[in-house]
């Protein structure tokens, strides 16, 4: 029996959804573990107790990115080319593994924090955010803007690495500057995924609606 061309169409485009809600909740997951490093970073959360937050959220985000990996296997049709889609996911998931490194490297090293640290995660929290608008909107014009002002905000970890550097080489360097500098790249790192993130996306519209 022939399926209908409209009901074959509703259908994959119910794919291409269900993969977008997919990857933003991955990208909500990532989120909610760069909000916690943030509290971390500016003094408003306990370590221990965000260490063990951050068990849950990146259990959670490791399930999306399975979930992620099967409805892209199993879909004919998904809202960007596959191999974009997996570049995406990948990054994602670096970022939410290097946000829990962040958060155990400041409570095993018992790194200082202070001006340095204060909204570090700032960027971070901003690019992530401007990712899981960019995916639930159906304008790809204005997620094009997203993807586009996500990368910006990703650029800005560098900015927070070298005010950061600054605050701390002012002082006499000790084993606790060296601490926080190694925090300081963490975040930047963090940064370049999140680029990753945000080039993986437009070549997947560039492939999708070029």
């Known amino acids: 029996m022939k399926v209908p061309l409209g009901g074959c169409r509703a259908w994959r485009s119910t794919r291409r959804k269900r993969s ?12 909610e573990a760069a909000r916690l490093a943030n509290q971390v970073c ?9 260490r063990r937050s951050m068990r849950t959220i990146e ?15 199993m ?8 191999e974009d889609l997996f570049r995406a996911s990948r990054s994602i ?7 829990r490194d962040l958060v155990r490297e400041i409570a095993e090293w018992e790194v200082p924090l202070g001006d340095w640290s204060r909204g570090a995660m700032d960027p971070v929290e901003s690019a992530l955010a401007r990712f899981r608008e960019a995916l639930r909107s159906e304008d790809p014009e204005r997620a094009r803007s997203q993807y586009l002002a996500a990368r ?6 560098r900015r927070v ?5 600054a605050i701390v080489l002012r002082q006499e360097v000790t084993a606790d500057i060296l601490k926080q500098r190694e925090v300081l790249r963490r975040i930047e790192s963090i940064g370049r995924d999140l ?6 996306l437009l070549d997947g519209m560039v492939k999708r609606y070029l």
């Not at 500016?42 to 965000?50: I, K, V, Y």
């Not at 259990?59 to 296997?73: K, P, Q, T």
């Not at 879909?75 to 596959?82: I, K, W």
């Not at 680029?195 to 993986?200: F, G, L, P, T």
């Open 161 to 165: 690495y070298d005010r950061g550097l």
């Open 75 to 82: 879909a004919l049709n998904v809202p960007l080319e596959t």
């Open 93 to 99: 998931d670096d970022v939410l593994d290097s946000t």
């Open 59 to 73: 259990h959670a985000g490791d399930d999306a990115r399975r979930s992620l990996v099967r409805e892209i296997e």
């Open 20 to 31: 977008s809600r997919i990857l933003v909740r991955q990208i909500d997951c990532a989120l």
């Open 42 to 50: 500016s003094l408003e959360s306990d370590c221990s107790q965000a």
């Open 152 to 157: 910006q905000e990703a650029r800005r970890t």
């Open 195 to 200: 680029i990753e993130v945000s080039n993986a």
